[in-house]
């Protein structure tokens, strides 16, 4: 229906026609209730007289009215006409400007103008696929520039809206009735579905079912047309641009000569025709298109001038990024039974939206037919995943949120895991996991985060308790008993990596001492208190087909030598399984499993970081130091210096290292102590720091020798957190038991507890005047973020409404934010007659961060005046890491 100017609808008055397309026709018109001018569009008659896509387009309207991004054009809602036929009319927002054909049309575009372009598509595209929300129909006649440079991708997921998958819908014409022509009217028909099609991804081309990865094509086409001023498939009609896009290859030298190596190597992973090797998030691109932005170069110059370790495994980290999302992706459909001789290796990764870390555990059946694993799903909780090798996606397993730490039953029937402090079983099937038994102590602490349990053949379960000792219990439940003592006199601080032998009688462990840079294996059965010394690891010991498997120190490998478990003696010298094994070190992780002839190791591609200042709308405005892994950091009380620990990645030590204006190649300020989570002091003149085995707090001042000197007043210490304004106190974290204390600097006196729970709490930071403590607790449900007195009575707060970690203070304490679910948040705050008065959470930007780690440190902090901060992020798909699993491993010999 047309519609003339001044014609009411609803609320709205008709100004003047935009244009039409195959779905209807477009108006500029004015709401007289809002005095505002937006633009509506009404579909045609075609689509109104079908009742189901009707019903269709309308419920799909609603959910896209959810997104709310400065990039997106908003719908506003949805009127009916008063014409005979009942029809609908979207009302949108009415955006200005030339829509990115036109801008193309001009030649190939200054490379200044396409990388804030590009990043601004990203981050819309980024912040619908988090909703659940593809496109579909990306193109450049949907994305309007404004004269300012706001980018706006118009008719976001209307493509699905207006697909007709009912079967009473009405027959369509190829041309206008295809749901790729929707919401253009600057085009005519023919030339929307032409364009459509060269935007198409080779599954949309095949008429397959597509997600978010259809999207990550289309935007590498629009990207690459921008650059070069012309279409990447212009040949003959419809059919012609199909087959294109599905066999004829890229021509990459028509890029222009200068444009960045890391935006070629981007436009390759985006322009993958194989889709499980596509880039997955487009998140990924929004990253490095804001570092090309900020001027970060595409290989990374030396840091210091004395080259250190860490600095020269650099290069191979960097140049493997760029291909990683595809290495941890390509997960390959076989059958186990296929080739039983042939040496097989391929990728586990989670199912598409979901994350794993390095700190989150796996185990590999004892019948070597399937492989489980502890991953983060998108709503930010823990789950546990299980990829059965004759099978190509790995499926959640019902019932197991916020669980974690796998480990089978002997018979690969049941899963036990850790959930909240207790110990849980599942059987796989229908029904609901079954609590055995709370663990002694328990809380989320990271010595017990660090090893899970193991299940033998005589229906006892092992496990280690945060106090360091083994415990076992019945597999059907019942009261945990210690199994094993700590040998304090010998230094040790935990026994770590439980692993039945085959009689289900005697278990390995790996005993830690402070101190030491291996452990000892030793044997004790769950019937005699008795052990046995077997030999020396990095990491936990395990038995399988003959061989034991151990770590070797730095640099890590794996290694397997002949075993006799019944006199618990070696043979032979130890073989050479795996090098560059990643992240075994001499706290017990031993990040490998293995049964028969299947080895499971994590990808040793490691998460490397970059510290980025970024304003409140979530423009890169800067870096500071080397894109390397970066454990945990502080920023000075003057803002212009940056205490980082940065850790080498083959000895895993971490070393603080100053970053400031007069020397951006970093200084260093300590030397193979592994350090942990720097603290400034409030004069900005000295840094304060604990160290690892041990727990031993220093400081460091920034003048003079420099050199480390024991904390004047050592107290329960795990590591510090904040120091008073005055800085008269230090708040620090301990284990045993796990609460936030406070001492007083500089003078004898005993520490006093703050927050003590039968949860952990962590991550605490003072109020800026001193009357208000914010801190996280691992609750049941997921971590929440809380305010309370500090130091004097009173009830907390809650101050986070789903999810949340890591509070930090604006400088005058009037905001309060955190993260939650890949978020910075920021919440009001304001005093009144004595009681904190908090405001909704709002999101300001979207981070990647390593997220909740056990001893959480803060990835964020903030400057004085709340408009920048700096954020430790992930670089590229490092924060994504892998297991890398090898059948008939023997076949193969070393890897």
Request: charged share 20%; with cysteine.
């Amino acid at each position: 229906m047309t519609l003339s100017p001044g014609t009411t609808l609803g609320t709205y008055e008709v100004i003047a026609k935009l244009g039409e397309g195959g779905m209807g026709e477009v108006y500029r018109a004015r709401d007289t209730t809002l005095n505002r001018e937006v633009a509506i569009k009404v579909l045609s008659e075609a689509f109104a007289a079908d009742a189901d896509r009707l019903a269709r387009f309308t419920r799909e309207a609603q959910t896209l009215a959810a997104l709310n991004h400065p990039n997106i054009a908003q719908i506003y809602g949805i009127e009916e006409t008063t014409s005979e036929v009942v029809s609908r009319a979207l009302v949108m927002e009415l955006v200005e400007g030339d829509d990115l054909s036109v801008l193309i049309a001009r030649g190939p575009m200054p490379l200044a103008d396409v990388l804030p372009i590009a990043r601004q598509i990203a981050e819309a595209l980024e912040a619908a696929h988090e909703l659940g929300i593809i496109h579909r129909d990306l193109k450049p006649a949907n994305i309007k520039v404004r004269a300012d440079g706001t980018v706006k991708v118009l008719d976001f997921g209307l493509a699905k809206a207006m697909d007709a998958t009912a079967p009473h819908s009405a027959p369509r014409t190829a041309d206008a009735g295809d749901a790729a022509t929707v919401l253009s009217p600057a085009m005519t028909q023919l030339g929307m579905i032409l364009g459509t099609a060269a935007y198409m991804s080779p599954e949309q081309a095949r008429g397959k079912a597509v997600d978010r990865r259809a999207d990550i094509w289309a935007f590498g086409v629009v990207v690459y047309e921008m650059l070069t001023g012309a279409r990447m498939f212009s040949c003959g009609d419809v059919t012609d641009v199909l087959a294109a896009v599905l066999r004829q290859d890229i021509d990459w030298n028509a890029l222009p000569s200068n444009t960045p190596r890391r935006l070629r190597v981007l436009l390759e992973r985006c322009l993958d025709r194989d889709v499980k090797q596509r880039l997955r998030d487009i998140g990924e691109a929004r990253v490095e298109i804001a570092k090309i932005e900020s001027g970060v170069p595409d290989s990374v110059s030396s840091v210091v001038t004395r080259d250190p370790a860490w600095r020269r495994a650099l290069p191979w980290a960097i140049a493997g990024l760029t291909t990683l999302a595809a290495a941890i992706f390509a997960v390959p459909y076989f059958s186990h039974q296929d080739n039983p001789g042939a040496l097989t290796r391929f990728n586990v990764a989670p199912p598409f939206g979901a994350s794993r870390s390095a700190l989150q555990g796996f185990e590999v059946s004892p019948d070597g037919h399937a492989l489980a694993f502890t991953a983060t799903a998108a709503d930010g909780r823990s789950r546990i995943f299980i990829r059965r090798f004759d099978e190509p996606e790995a499926q959640p397993i019902a019932g197991t949120e916020n669980g974690e730490l796998p480990f089978w039953s002997p018979d690969s029937r049941v899963l036990g895991f850790t959930r909240e402090g207790a110990l849980y079983r599942t059987d796989l099937g229908d029904s609901a996991p079954r609590r055995l038994c709370a663990i002694p102590g328990a809380v989320q602490s990271s010595l017990f985060a660090r090893s899970a349990g193991t299940w033998g053949g005589r229906g006892v379960i092992v496990f280690t308790s945060p106090d360091g000792r083994l415990f076992q219990v019945p597999d059907s439940g019942g009261t945990p008993t210690p199994l094993t003592s700590l040998d304090a006199p010998g230094g040790e601080v935990i026994h770590a990596s439980p692993s039945f032998l085959p009689d289900g009688r005697r278990v390995l462990f790996l005993a830690l001492t402070a101190g030491a840079t291996r452990g000892v294996i030793w044997a004790v059965a769950i019937d005699d208190p008795a052990r046995t010394r077997v030999t020396e690891s990095s990491g936990g010991a395990v038995y399988a087909a003959g061989d034991l498997f151990t770590t070797t120190a730095a640099p890590r490998s794996l290694t397997a030598q002949a075993f006799d478990p019944d006199r618990l003696t070696l043979d032979g010298a130890p073989r050479q399984v795996h090098d560059q094994l990643a992240a075994a070190d001499t706290r017990g992780v031993k990040r490998f499993s293995t049964s028969a002839d299947v080895l499971v190791v994590e990808s040793a591609a490691p998460q490397v970081h970059q510290l980025t200042w970024i304003d409140r709308v979530g423009r890169v405005l800067r870096t500071v130091g080397p894109v390397a892994h970066v454990r945990d950091f502080a920023l000075a009380p003057d803002e212009r210096r940056v205490v980082a620990n940065i850790t080498d990645s083959s000895s895993r030590q971490s070393d603080l290292w100053l970053f400031d204006g007069q020397r951006p190649t970093g200084a260093r300020l300590t030397f193979q102590i592994d350090t942990r989570r720097p603290l400034w002091t409030r004069e900005g003149d000295a840094v304060y720091f604990t160290t690892m085995p041990g727990f031993e707090q220093w400081s460091v001042r920034l003048s003079g020798a420099a050199q480390p000197q024991p904390f004047d007043n050592p107290g329960k210490f795990v590591h510090f957190e904040d120091i008073t304004s005055s800085s008269e106190y230090v708040v620090f974290k301990s284990l045993e038991p796990s609460a936030v204390w406070m001492q007083r600097i500089g003078a004898s006196s005993e520490p006093r507890v703050l927050v003590r729970e039968s949860v952990s709490a962590y991550g605490p930071r003072v109020s800026p005047d001193g009357r208000w403590l914010a801190y996280s607790l691992a609750l049941p449900g997921g971590s929440e973020v809380f305010v309370q007195p500090f130091d004097r009575p009173g009830e907390r707060q809650q101050v986070s409404s789903s999810g949340g970690f890591g509070p930090i203070w604006r400088a005058d304490g009037r905001e309060l934010f955190f993260e939650m679910h890949g978020g910075l948040m920021a919440v009001t705050t304001s005093e009144r007659a004595g009681s904190l008065e908090i405001g909704p959470p709002q999101r300001l930007f979207d981070i990647q961060t390593q997220g909740l780690v056990s001893n959480q440190p803060h990835n964020v902090e903030v400057a004085a005046n709340g408009q920048k901060f700096l954020v430790n992020s992930i670089v590229g798909g490092s924060g994504n890491v892998p297991l890398e699993v090898t059948l008939n491993w023997r076949a193969g010999g070393r890897k």
